[in-house]
């Protein structure tokens, strides 16, 4: 399997990279990254043939939308794919500290959630603004879900519901201004539950269809009955599966670390490295249309795509399915 592979979505004219890269860092995300490096990392991107490019108006306060955009001004509009994310308004503010919600010297606009028609709309014409398309290809509502926002989550909700989120998302795709329309969320349960109210088209969901957590296999195995793709994000569960003992950005759990043993010894008997491991499970269960990876100089991108397109013998995912680290009944086939 290569970056460049495509995968469509049942039911839009619209194919992904098997692979694509994540903006965030873009957007200095835990550190400042100059605009260089992260040029370098959208060149390499590009060059490997990578064509899926996500960004949201979060990631460093409207930062990394900015910069895509001057990337990707120097490219064709058909030559790639292109989503962003709709949730929070950015609204000005003089008073932003050095550091805001992990980015690093974010730019002076902070994110208010709005998830109403209106505030859709307005969202959504902000950002084309910023990233100089009449158009964008994918649309995802950023972040709700139970846990992402506590008590306030049934408010939240109902401008989706009863306030006309959920309306607008159906107007822009009606109208040809977005191609495909879902969710980009860390939550599986937002999505099923989106998917009971509206017709979502893909859905982005972030560590939570990994190497070290199944839990979501339901929505996996629903979205593809369903003919809703899944954008992967997140394979690297905040980096414990590339090295580092983060999970979900704390401290990993000792039940977690074991689990890692296990994938780590398997991975040395076989001759596999964890990252490839990481990155290209995923991409094993049917509804998968696309993984998506950050990175924040071309060097680390260079290294997702070797361990992307690196081969994995079929056997390696039967021996972990035997030992418990991927669900008995998650799609192994014979690789992506």
Request: glycine share 10%; hydrophobic share 40%.
């Amino acid at each position: 399997m290569q970056v460049k592979d495509r995968r469509r979505l049942k039911h839009r004219d619209l194919s992904l990279t098997v692979m694509g890269l994540g903006c965030a860092q873009m957007g200095n995300l835990y550190r400042w990254t100059g605009y260089d490096e992260a040029l370098s990392a959208f060149d390499t991107a590009f060059e490997a043939g990578i064509r899926y490019f996500d960004t949201a108006p979060y990631y460093g306060h409207t930062r990394s939308e900015r910069r895509l955009a001057t990337m990707l001004g120097e490219h064709q509009r058909e030559d790639y794919v292109l989503s962003t994310k709709v949730g929070r308004l950015m609204v000005p503010d003089a008073d932003l500290g050095p550091e805001e919600n992990g980015f690093v010297g974010p730019l002076p606009f902070r994110p208010v959630y709005d998830y109403s028609h209106d505030g859709i709309w307005r969202s959504f014409e902000d950002s084309r603004q910023r990233l100089g398309v009449y158009d964008c290809d994918i649309l995802f509502i950023h972040d709700i879900g139970r846990v992402t926002h506590g008590d306030r989550h049934e408010h939240y909700w109902s401008q989706l519901t009863t306030g006309g989120g959920f309306k607008a998302l159906s107007q822009l795709r009606d109208q040809g201004l977005v191609k495909a329309v879902g969710l980009g969320v860390n939550e599986w349960q937002a999505v099923s539950e989106a998917m009971d109210v509206f017709d979502i088209d893909i859905a982005m969901l972030a560590g939570r269809y990994t190497l070290l957590e199944q839990d979501s296999l339901t929505l996996m195995d629903r979205a593809a009955k369903a003919g809703v793709g899944m954008v992967i994000a997140g394979a690297f569960n905040s980096g414990l599966l590339a090295g580092n003992r983060k999970f979900n950005y704390a401290e990993a759990p000792p039940e977690l670390l074991a689990q890692v043993e296990k994938i780590a010894a398997t991975c040395a008997e076989q001759g596999v490295s964890m990252q490839a491991a990481a990155l290209q499970f995923p991409l094993l269960h049917p509804a998968s249309v696309s993984v998506v990876s950050g990175a924040r100089n071309g060097a680390q991108m260079r290294a997702n795509i070797g361990w992307f397109e690196e081969k994995i013998p079929a056997s390696f995912w039967k021996t972990l399915q035997d030992k418990g680290v991927i669900a008995g009944n998650a799609p192994i086939g014979s690789g992506p």
